[in-house]
Structures are given as structure tokens and as C-alpha cells.
């Protein structure tokens, strides 16, 4: 299996842009996790998903930040418009049941200017 | 709902010396624990898991760590590091139970490792 895989790797974007960072999670996986990291406030749970379906959101920041889940592959997170205080590393991790390994992605880095 | 506290956001030490990585937790009901570790540029990697059974739990990489239920603790050992055991190890809880399935990460401890 290749792993968690997100795209894109780097996103460089100006302020007000819609941003959009994709995930596809390893296959069989029922859970999918989205964090965000930062120097200030460490990993972050923003939302997860359980067998596609949005469980707990309580992590995103505000309105500006959605996330879906259309099929158990694939899931996106959105940010429109984003803002400079959104720069940071997203990822994606994914894992079979409660008490398993959470699988990461490598990330991808966010630059809002 | 659960937390976790890592006390040290840098250790430093030199190699082939012993390491603890320090690690408490708060929850109101029993739950899973682990440890994560994060290479520079990189997603991160299950270290080790205590889910029940035997509090000393081992891990990869040479890695231990002692589930103390009286101390809410979980702190990380390794006799002696190496070089390549530079990187960002993060602690980890989860709820046993219910809805509460999502990790709680602590802030991470930066481990220095040097000559």
C-alpha cells in the first residue's frame, strides 16, 4: 500500500483565495483525520470522519474551513478565503478502528500571503 | 473529554546517553496511549501503543514507555540514543469508548540529540 497520500505538497497562495488540500486515506481505512500543525498551538484536530461520514468538527476554526468525504478514498478540506493566519502544515491521517495506528500523511505545507 | 501535557518542549542530550520524555494525561474515563515520533518534513509514526495489559510497553527503535495509572503518566525511555533519534515525539491519548475516538496530541518534546 502507498500510504495516506496528500496533495498538494507546498501550496503558495495570496490572501482571499480559495484553497483546497486532498487526501486519499489507505484503503479498508474507516477512519479519516485531519490536523493542522503550528509552532504556537502544536497538531490540532481540526475534523474526522467516520465511514465518510463527519463526526465530530469542533476543530475547525470557522466558517471559512469545510471539509468532505464523497466516497471511503477521498477526502478534501477547504479554506475559502483564506488569510494569512492560516499558514501552516495540514494533514491527513487515516486508520483501521479505535486503538489503532493513526497512518499520516506527509503533509502539505500552506503558505497564505 | 481528554488532555495531555508534555512538560519538555526540548530535551537535549548526547548520544549513547539515557533519555526520558515526560508525559501526563487527564481523563475522566480510561483510554488508550501512545507515542509518535516526527522526522523533519515528515508525517508522524506510532512509536508505541499501550491499549491494556502490561504497563511496560515496547516500542520501535529501542523505545519504551511505562504506563502509571496513579500518575496519569506515560513518560518514554530509551537507555541510549543515537543520532537519528533527533526529531519531535509527541505523546498521544485516546477514549477506550463511545464517540470519543479521536486522538488528543500533546505539544510536542524536541529531542536534540548531539556528539
Known amino acids: 500500500d502507498a500510504g495516506v497520500i496528500q496533495s498538494p505538497r507546498h501550496e503558495v497562495t495570496e490572501m482571499g483565495q480559495e484553497v483546497t488540500l486532498r487526501c486519499k486515506p489507505i484503503s479498508g481505512h474507516d477512519y479519516l483525520f485531519w490536523y493542522r500543525q503550528t509552532m504556537m498551538r502544536g497538531l490540532e484536530l481540526l475534523i474526522y470522519?467516520?465511514?465518510?461520514?463527519?463526526?465530530?468538527d469542533s476543530g475547525m476554526p470557522e466558517d471559512r474551513f469545510s471539509a468532505k468525504m464523497p466516497n471511503a478514498s477521498f477526502s478534501t478540506l477547504k479554506i475559502q478565503p483564506s488569510e494569512p493566519r492560516d499558514s501552516a502544515v495540514y494533514f491527513c491521517?487515516?486508520?483501521?478502528?479505535?486503538?489503532?495506528?493513526?497512518?499520516f500523511g506527509s503533509g502539505t505545507q500552506l503558505s497564505v500571503l | 473529554a481528554q488532555s495531555v501535557t508534555q512538560l519538555d518542549s526540548q530535551v537535549p542530550v548526547f548520544e549513547e546517553a539515557p533519555v526520558e520524555l515526560r508525559c501526563n494525561y487527564s481523563s475522566s474515563v480510561s483510554v488508550y496511549l501512545f507515542w509518535y515520533v516526527q522526522y523533519p518534513n515528515q508525517g508522524l509514526q506510532l512509536l508505541l501503543k499501550?491499549?491494556?495489559?502490561?504497563?511496560l510497553v515496547k516500542g520501535i527503535n529501542g523505545f519504551e514507555a511505562e504506563f502509571n495509572k496513579s500518575q496519569t503518566s506515560f513518560h518514554l525511555r530509551k537507555p541510549s540514543v543515537h543520532i537519528s533519534d533527533t526529531a519531535e515525539y509527541f505523546c498521544a491519548v485516546s477514549a477506550l469508548t463511545g464517540t470519543a475516538s479521536k486522538l488528543t496530541f500533546g505539544t510536542g518534546t524536541r529531542l536534540q540529540v548531539t556528539l
Open positions: 491521517a487515516s486508520r483501521y478502528r479505535n486503538g489503532e495506528k493513526l497512518f
Open positions: 499501550y491499549l491494556s495489559g502490561s504497563t
Open positions: 470522519f467516520n465511514n465518510n461520514v463527519p463526526i465530530d
